[in-house]
């Protein structure tokens, strides 16, 4: 665990939260059918960063923002 300022007690980041992070796809694209809302995985469009293997670089951030906007463009169209 690592202090924050003043947040307290978080968990540490380390090779299993990489893990982890990468069954969570699965998990909220079901949330998201239950719900009936659009779904889009970072992970289908960008890859982590090089110095994690888990967060976003300014590039992959872009690429996301793109993604974004197309899923937004294509559904949310006057009908």
Do not use: W
């Amino acid at each position: 665990m690592v202090s924050v300022n003043g947040f307290g007690q978080l968990p540490e980041f380390n090779r299993e939260s990489v893990q982890v992070s990468k069954k969570l796809k699965e998990v909220y694209r079901k949330i998201a059918e239950k719900h009936k809302c659009l779904f889009l995985a970072a992970s289908d469009v960008t890859a982590p960063s090089a110095t994690d293997q888990e967060h976003l670089d300014e590039k992959g951030h872009e690429r996301l923002a793109d993604a974004i906007y197309e899923v937004v463009r294509l559904n949310m169209a006057p009908a």
